[in-house]
């Protein structure tokens, strides 16, 4: 499968702990976008990348959450001290960024983080 | 700031039936407007954007700023239409920043 790949699928971890989830975008894709879908909404934006460069983050994400994509390949995405609130699906998605409307977002398959 | 809702969470048509997603946005600019689709057990995808004109899937789209809506058309619903349907609105210089509505599951029924 060529397309956008996170792992792990499911997280399950105690309030209090940190995770972190991997996102490999398709080769080649410069631009990677992190978002968070909770039960009966939509995804929200949360924050993305323009190659290593971080170049938005929404107010959704509070200083607990931090996105690093050091290379500008696989990007990761930690939250500490877990809350309860912080249970969703984060979705990641990548673009080879073309100027204007060209854009086409390609998501992965998300990870389903519970905190008990 | 922007906003996008989709009235209906649930929809079921017949096979056959035209059906017609409702998106409504709110938006100071001028917006470019998406629908996404994730079908069962898949990912979510794009199916069209408004800037494209296009048909896809029998699917079409029509913007109209005046009444601030961005309605998903197509005459004659399949059963392999039957999915979960996002409207989306962009702005700003990444088009892949985008603000969802809630959804709406389409049932098509045999």
């Known amino acids: 499968d060529t397309g956008v790949s996170q792992n792990p699928r499911h997280k399950i971890t105690k309030r209090g702990q940190n995770v972190t989830f991997r996102c490999d975008p398709i080769?080649?894709?410069?631009?990677l976008y992190w978002y968070r879908q909770t039960l009966g909404q939509g995804p929200e934006f949360l924050t993305y990348?323009?190659?290593?460069?971080?170049?938005?983050k929404s107010r959704l994400l509070s200083d607990r959450f931090s996105a690093e994509r050091p290379k500008g390949s696989f990007s990761t995405l930690e939250i500490q001290r877990t809350e309860q609130g912080d249970s969703a699906m984060y979705l990641c998605?990548?673009?080879?960024?073309?100027?204007?409307?060209?854009?086409?977002?390609?998501f992965g398959s998300g990870t389903q983080l519970s905190v008990l | 700031a922007q906003r996008v809702t989709q009235p209906e969470k649930l929809l079921s048509v017949f096979k056959g039936a035209p059906v017609e997603l409702k998106c409504n946005y709110s938006?100071?600019?001028?917006?470019?407007l998406f629908w996404y689709v994730q079908y069962s057990r898949q990912r979510l995808q794009l199916l069209l954007r408004?800037?494209s004109r296009e048909s896809i899937k029998g699917f079409t789209a029509d913007l109209n700023k005046g009444e601030t809506s961005f309605h998903l058309k197509k005459p004659f619903a399949q059963e392999e239409d039957s999915a979960m349907y996002y409207c989306?609105?962009?702005?700003?210089?990444?088009?892949?920043?985008?603000?969802f509505g809630q959804g709406t599951i389409l049932t098509v029924h045999p």
């Open positions: 989306a609105l962009s702005r700003g210089t990444s088009y892949g920043k985008l603000t």
């Open positions: 080769s080649e894709h410069n631009r």
């Open positions: 408004h800037i």
């Open positions: 938006y100071s600019g001028s917006p470019e």
């Open positions: 990348f323009q190659n290593e460069a971080q170049l938005e």
């Open positions: 998605a990548s673009s080879l960024g073309e100027t204007g409307l060209n854009e086409k977002l390609f």
